[in-house]
């Protein structure tokens, strides 16, 4: 079972990564001058240059490929230096370095703070007259807002601090109202307007997702209808592009594929209710095809709830327990892990249904990759590769050389080897162009805490300055950036009510313990091996031990003295 410090912190080495620094006898968060020694071919010169001020700017010059041309990078700043350069740099001002920035600001100041500092850096372009600045700074600050609202909703004092900075601005308006600094200010003074209506400002994409091949099994249920025949047998994924920007408006709802129910599901489901989770699954009734959809759905929900905020408050530990919206999402994680062995360790009566119910699960997981939710496949390959499960060889032995294979899969999709090397494969195969996708966050906790693990916060100058490393926040903006990315496209799927409410109780399966597994796992296969106790009794050990679990006996010590105190 995959623990909640082992899904967010796996003890490995950190990924061979040649643009990570690396900083020697320095701890995070300390002000003492850091030893810095580049990895190969990474950043080849660390110099400081002439700003506004020699003391509050680092460069870096990292060497192009296939090219003799260096690029300079800041790597470390103050505060309003790095704001600064946010607003007059070329790279800064392309919309990817500029979402990067307003990703990781959380690390070294607050949203008030942040704010604070682009209001005096437009004060001081409009002072000097430099209307280029001047409209730069309220473009990241329009960005701000409109691509990270997160950090606006519920904070009514920021929205109200945004409001007064534009309408003090335009109380002060002496040049022409054509000024393109006017109408933004305009804008930012009724940002109000924009809380009740957040989604005027929101860009997103909806792709319908189909599997590439289906390939339905006896016993299974076909589909009601031949239109949902042709959409569960599409061997294509489309595209719908779905954007409020957009003038051409579409129902993505309505290229949702039809669900994979009986048409006469609502009795069908009543009929179910009376049995335990295993037998539901097992019924064939439910679709392997739709149960994948109903996770996915549930899934992405959580998934898309986790902030950039949460994601830098993991990584650095600022919180002695993981942010609410992750903490959900590993605690589904641990529950569906559970729930999958449950299923099947729970069949201890025969074998076959113990063995259909296995071979149901890697084909769900089949699903789930076809999908694209991979957080689903290393859920299920986690309750599959549990102890209680692994166990089982008879159970195991039963299945096909076809259900081997595609587990086979499954197990090189989710292998930690090469740093989630297959896992990460494919994630990027889906970023060009991005398809809608469940990450497994595990990954990204992972890369985040090492990064920060390896690189301090703040760099000190030649002349005592703490400056914000802003290098390793480059890096985490990749990081972060990923999850968002796929935060943003949604499943076209519809939700089938009872499976879905099915899916999210799973049956109890929190309150099982890992003790409690053992135990029902025990009975379905119990050791072979016999043990003499006391010279009067033999026992199967193991096995005993899971009746003792499940309350059918008394501990086998107790016995043990029982057995002794009779007479020979």
Same mark, same amino acid.
């Given at each position: ?10 003890? *490995?080495?950190?990924?061979? !990564?040649? &643009?990570?620094?690396? @900083? ?6 300390? =002000? #003492? +001058? ?111 807002? *409109?691509?990270?609202?997160? !950090?606006? &909703?519920?904070?009514? @004092? ?6 007064? =900075? #534009? +309408? ?401």
């Amino acid at each position: 079972m995959l623990s909640q410090d082992d899904f967010g912190f796996p003890r *490995e080495q950190p990924p061979d !990564d040649p &643009e990570a620094v690396v @900083l020697s006898d320095t701890r995070r968060g300390s =002000f #003492a +001058r850091a030893s810095i020694t580049p990895r190969r071919n990474s950043v080849h010169d660390v110099e400081e240059r002439n700003w506004q001020d020699r003391r509050s700017v680092q460069f870096s010059f990292q060497q192009q490929k296939n090219s003799a041309a260096r690029e300079e990078h800041v790597s470390a700043a103050k505060l309003d230096t790095l704001v600064e350069y946010v607003v007059t740099s070329n790279e800064f001002m392309e919309a990817s370095q500029v979402s990067g920035f307003l990703l990781t600001y959380h690390a070294y100041v607050d949203s008030q703070g942040l704010l604070q500092a682009l209001a005096a850096r437009y004060d001081m372009a409009s002072a000097k007259g430099d209307v280029v600045a001047a409209i730069r700074t309220l473009f990241v600050l329009q960005r701000w807002i *409109e691509e990270h609202w997160y !950090d606006f &909703e519920g904070d009514d @004092l920021l929205l109200l601090a945004v409001a007064k =900075f #534009a +309408r003090l601005r335009l109380e002060a308006w002496t040049k022409s109202k054509q000024d393109a600094s006017f109408a933004m200010l305009t804008k930012l003074s009724t940002v109000h307007e924009l809380a009740q209506d957040r989604r005027t400002v929101v860009n997103r994409a909806a792709s319908s997702v189909l599997p590439d091949d289906e390939e339905w099994d006896d016993g299974e249920a076909k589909p009601a209808t031949a239109a949902a025949a042709a959409g569960a047998h599409h061997k294509h994924s489309e595209s719908v592009g779905v954007s409020i920007k957009n003038t051409r408006t579409l129902n993505a709802l309505s290229r949702a594929p039809h669900p994979l129910v009986d048409k006469n599901w609502a009795a069908v489901w009543k009929g179910l209710q009376a049995k335990s989770p295993a037998h539901v699954l097992l019924s064939k009734h439910l679709n392997k095809v739709e149960i994948a959809r109903q996770l996915t759905l549930i899934e992405h929900a959580l998934y898309k709830k986790i902030t950039p905020t949460e994601l830098i408050a993991q990584a650095t530990h600022k919180t002695d327990r993981p942010p609410e919206n992750i903490r959900a999402l590993i605690a589904h994680f641990n529950d569906m892990s559970r729930f999958v062995a449950m299923t099947i360790c729970s069949l201890h009566g025969t074998d076959s249904a113990r063995s259909h119910m296995f071979r149901k699960w890697v084909k769900i997981g089949r699903e789930l990759l076809r999908l694209h939710n991979y957080n689903g496949v290393f859920e299920i390959m986690a309750g599959l590769h549990s102890v209680s499960v692994y166990r089982l060889k008879h159970t195991k032995a039963a299945q096909s050389s076809k259900t081997k294979a595609i587990e086979d899969q499954l197990v090189e999709v989710s292998s930690r080897r090469g740093n989630y090397a297959a896992y990460r494969a494919l994630i990027a195969a889906n970023t060009v162009p991005v398809k809608p996708s469940v990450p497994f966050i595990g990954a990204a906790l992972t890369d985040l805490s090492f990064l920060d693990m390896g690189n301090v916060d703040v760099i000190e100058n030649d002349q005592g300055d703490a400056l914000i490393n802003f290098s390793k926040h480059r890096r985490v903006a990749q990081v972060i950036g990923l999850v968002k990315k796929f935060q943003e496209h949604e499943y076209v799927l519809e939700p089938v009510p009872e499976l879905h409410d099915f899916l999210n109780k799973l049956g109890g399966a929190s309150k099982v313990s890992d003790k409690d597994l053992y135990a029902m796992s025990l009975l379905c296969e119990p050791k072979a091996a016999e043990v003499e106790i006391g010279g009067w009794a033999t026992w199967t050990l193991d096995a005993e031990h899971a009746a003792v679990a499940l309350g059918k006996a008394s501990p086998p010590q107790q016995r043990r003295k029982e057995s002794r105190a009779a007479p020979p």
